[in-house]
């Protein structure tokens, strides 16, 4: 069985810091493996996949994750959060089914 | 349409009476997947659809739950005799390329049971 663990449902950071959101995942074969960001009353719109090739994987608004085999993780960071960055994150993988996280909500500091 | 289309957006049903939530995909993707999000938590996935076959349906919570793709792009996702435990967003997410691609989701059906 697959399954995705995010470390920390709340996570905030003061505007112009790093972010980072962690996603470890459990599966015997790599799955593949996304970032989804849903914004209140919006449905969940894809920040950026793994499936196969470079490792680092760059999405939009500037986010990116490293797939990390050995670690069995996917991590989600930006250099700088902007305001427009508060939202709700998942972590997901597939191979024979999607599994999502259980979200990680991230506030931004002015 | 552009995108995936949900309806209704908000469902408000006394305890006991049937509820249908329709999904509209977006134009040929062949792959559709039903989820169900409580509030603070991720989707939990509820069953997934290859054209108008329903290859899993392993996450439906009950035999309450039933779902359809007669013709193979719209779905239904019809709950019977609601239960206060069936209050919670559903969401439909359709795909192009199965498992490996990107899932495009609709905005949700926030169903609230009375």
């Known amino acids: 069985a697959q399954s995705v663990t995010q470390l920390g449902s709340h996570v905030s950071v003061s505007e112009g810091a790093l972010v980072l959101l962690r996603c470890n995942y459990s599966?015997?074969?790599?799955?593949?493996l996304f970032w989804y960001v849903q914004y209140p009353n919006q449905g969940l719109q894809l920040l950026l996949k793994y499936t196969t090739g470079a490792t680092l994987v760059k999405g939009i608004n500037g986010f990116e994750a490293e797939f990390k085999k050995s670690e069995t993780s996917f991590h989600l960071t930006k250099p700088s959060a902007h305001m427009s960055d508060a939202a709700e994150y998942f972590c997901a993988v597939s191979r024979n089914q999607f599994y999502f996280g259980t979200g990680t909500s991230l506030t931004v500091i002015p | 349409g552009a995108g995936v289309s949900q309806s209704p957006r908000y469902k408000v049903a006394k305890r006991g009476q049937d509820v249908a939530l329709r999904c509209d995909p977006i134009s040929g993707h062949v792959s559709l997947f039903w989820y169900q999000q409580a509030l603070g938590q991720g989707p939990e996935f509820l069953t997934y659809f290859q054209n108008e076959a329903q290859l899993d349906k392993s996450g439906l919570p009950s035999d309450r739950f039933f779902a359809e793709r007669p013709e193979g792009s719209v779905s239904t996702l019809k709950i019977q005799r609601t239960q206060q435990e069936d209050s919670a967003v559903y969401l439909c997410?359709?795909?192009?390329?199965?498992?490996?691609?990107?899932?495009?989701f609709g905005e949700g059906s926030r169903l609230t049971v009375l």
């Open positions: 997410a359709s795909s192009l390329d199965g498992m490996a691609g990107e899932l495009f």
């Open positions: 599966s015997s074969v790599p799955p593949y």
